[in-house]
């Protein structure tokens, strides 16, 4: 069943909170069949969570992102929705719901998605970033590199956003500045 909004989980800048014990048994247990490689043990356990403890928002967002490495990006969109009713004011499930569109070719639909994330955190690098890439996409370069440089204004070490920027700029014949953002990479390097 979905949680209303009402009975939806609290999050904090760390962690989703609101979690039975037996959810985070589950959880904690799928963690590690996660690191053993067993992703489909820990996709069940994950599933046991959220039966456990629907308002585990931790535990649902973790099930989507094994459903996503799974391929099974339908039941991770349905996921993604729950964690946001659970959660309408947190930027992450929007950006993982966004990313699961992308993934699936629903790039207008990904876009629209992240638009409310961006309306929450204007500065989520997350949302800049997949926004920046679906303007790649759609073959305007300029949206993208602004995009991309408002995430080096937040996050100024932000390697891959610089990788792209060069990308871009090399694409559009301006080396000069391609090199200056490479030299800039690979200066953070050292």
């Keep these: ?13 760390k962690r989703w909170l609101n979690r039975s014990g037996k959810s985070e048994e589950f959880a904690t247990a799928a963690r590690h069949a996660e690191d053993r490689g067993e992703s489909e043990r820990a996709e069940q356990l994950l599933r046991r969570a959220v039966q456990s ?3 585990n928002c931790e535990a649902r967002s ?9 391929g099974s990006l339908e039941a991770a969109g349905e996921q993604l929705r729950r964690v946001i009713e659970q959660n309408p004011d ?6 993982q719901l966004a990313q ?13 998605v992240l638009d409310l994330a961006l309306d929450l955190d204007p500065n989520n690098t997350d949302s800049l970033w997949l926004k920046a890439r679906i303007e790649e996409f759609r073959n ?6 602004d995009l991309y440089h408002r995430i080096l204004q937040s996050s100024p070490d ?9 990308a871009i700029q090399l694409q559009n014949g301006r080396t000069d500045q391609a090199a200056a953002m490479l030299r800039a990479v690979l200066d953070q390097q050292q």
């Excluded at 947190?90 to 950006?95: A, H, I, N």
């Excluded at 305007?140 to 590199?145: D, F």
């Design 1 to 13: 069943s979905v949680c209303s909004i009402s009975s939806g989980c609290v999050w904090s800048s």
């Design 53 to 55: 403890d629907p308002r």
């Design 62 to 70: 973790e099930l989507c992102e094994i459903l996503v490495r799974n």
């Design 90 to 95: 947190d930027p992450r499930g929007y950006v």
């Design 100 to 112: 699961t569109l992308y993934q699936r070719g629903k790039v207008t639909d990904a876009d629209l």
């Design 140 to 145: 305007r370069p300029e949206q993208a590199l």
């Design 158 to 166: 932000h390697v891959a956003t610089r990788l792209q920027i060069a």
